[in-house]
């Protein structure tokens, strides 16, 4: 069974800084993309950033270049997502989500969310 | 980047009824599109992906059909436990993936 556990949410205050983990368990790790998804309160989905199998490709959208970066352990088994520059509007749950099997870049898995909370 | 609109943002049905979501994408998607299903505080659940592809697991009363930018989940015999949020995700490229607003179901 494919799981995925998130941790590292939490209080912080605007401009400051943030790490998420997240570990994969029940599948190959190494062989997927892994992204991270946001969810605002009482809003829809926002895709935030992706990382290739060696992590080598990474995006971002455009909300959070030059202050999120994502990364992996493959060794660990583990996604990461470092918060700088945090603003309000961070405010979200966070998902850790894995790429779909087939051709595309859909998202079969999904944790369930670490709350971020950006405030003085 | 590419948007993507859902229609209705609400909608309100019976146990038993059809229900149809519409997703339109700005432009030409081919058929990288997906539908999730999201209850109130969980993790959303993929059902449909290339537009038509049943997730497996998945009650075949969801069906999704469209290609380009027009896109359509239907669910054929609404059930107690559909009632739900229900999002699009475009994924034409993994540069730029786009979510739709969402429409939320609701018990009439």
């Known amino acids: 069974e494919v799981q995925l556990v998130e941790s590292g949410g939490g209080l912080v205050q605007p401009g400051g800084s943030l790490r998420l983990s997240c570990v994969a368990s029940?599948?190959?790790?190494?062989?997927?993309?892994m992204n991270w998804v946001r969810q605002a309160p009482g809003k829809g989905l926002e895709w935030v950033a992706n990382?290739?199998?060696?992590?080598?490709?990474?995006y971002y959208v455009d909300s959070v270049k030059g202050r999120f970066t994502i990364s992996r352990d493959n060794a660990m088994n583990s996604l990461y997502l470092q918060m700088n520059s945090l603003r309000s509007e961070d405010t979200a749950v966070y998902y850790c989500?894995?790429?779909?099997?087939?051709?595309?870049?859909?998202?079969?898995?999904w944790g369930q969310g670490t709350l971020v909370t950006v405030s003085s | 980047d590419i948007q993507m609109t859902q229609s209705p943002s609400t909608l309100s049905a019976s146990v038993g009824d059809r229900v149809t979501i519409t997703c339109r994408a700005s432009?030409?998607?081919?058929?990288?599109l997906a539908w999730y299903q999201q209850k109130p505080g969980k993790a959303p659940k993929l059902l449909i992906y290339?537009?038509?592809s049943l997730e497996s697991g998945v009650p075949s009363r969801f069906s999704g059909s469209g290609s380009g930018t027009e896109f359509t989940l239907t669910i054929s015999s609404l059930q107690p436990g559909d009632f739900a949020t229900y999002y699009c995700?475009?994924?034409?490229?993994?540069?730029?993936?786009?979510f739709g607003g969402g429409t939320k179901v609701e018990i009439k």
């Open positions: 990382i290739n199998q060696d992590g080598r490709e990474k």
């Open positions: 290339k537009a038509s």
């Open positions: 995700q475009q994924y034409n490229s993994h540069s730029h993936l786009t």
């Open positions: 029940g599948f190959t790790f190494s062989n997927y993309w």
């Open positions: 432009q030409s998607i081919s058929t990288w």
């Open positions: 989500v894995r790429d779909g099997v087939a051709p595309g870049v859909y998202f079969d898995s």
